[in-house]
């Protein structure tokens, strides 16, 4: 983000994407589709810009592509009381957009997402979550039952 200076009219998602780009990362759009899909799937709120990034070889210090999504536990509603979970997309985001009901728009293409892999996710989420000590039953119910597509 700081290999070059942002113009004020260029978006902080367009900068990234430029920056990227001029450093010759490949793939960095799709890489972002699917992480802001996934946030938005999983109610992320907290995907700052220390939360993705990109890989290099650690000897030859050539750019190999997008870092693998990681540090999601700010997700799934983690801190909210149960009347506050909801599927609207209206739940906090970062970096790009406030809500993740605006971030989603960013994504320039869904037509690797497959969302029929996800039928049948919310009986594992109950089962993940069944006997959790961060998760009562009402919770665990609330959070199986969020279909946010």
């Not at 961060?134 to 597509?149: L, V």
């Amino acid at each position: 983000m700081q290999t070059q200076q942002k113009p004020s009219h260029v978006s902080l998602y367009q900068h990234y994407v430029n920056c990227c780009e001029t450093l010759g990362i490949a793939g960095i759009m799709q890489a972002l589709d699917r992480m802001i899909v996934l946030d938005y799937l999983i109610a992320n709120e907290d995907r700052h810009q220390n939360n993705f990034g990109v890989v290099r070889h650690a000897e030859t210090l050539e750019w190999i592509g997008a870092a693998p999504i990681y540090d999601s536990g700010s997700s799934l509603w983690f801190s909210k009381p149960l009347s506050l979970i909801r599927a609207d997309g209206k739940s906090t985001c970062k970096p790009f957009k406030p809500e993740h009901n605006e971030q989603i728009k960013l994504v320039s293409s869904f037509e690797w997402l497959d969302l029929s892999a996800l039928d049948g996710i919310e009986d594992e989420v109950r089962d993940v979550f069944h006997g959790s000590v961060f998760a009562d039953e009402a919770r665990c119910q609330a959070i199986g039952s969020t279909r946010p597509y």
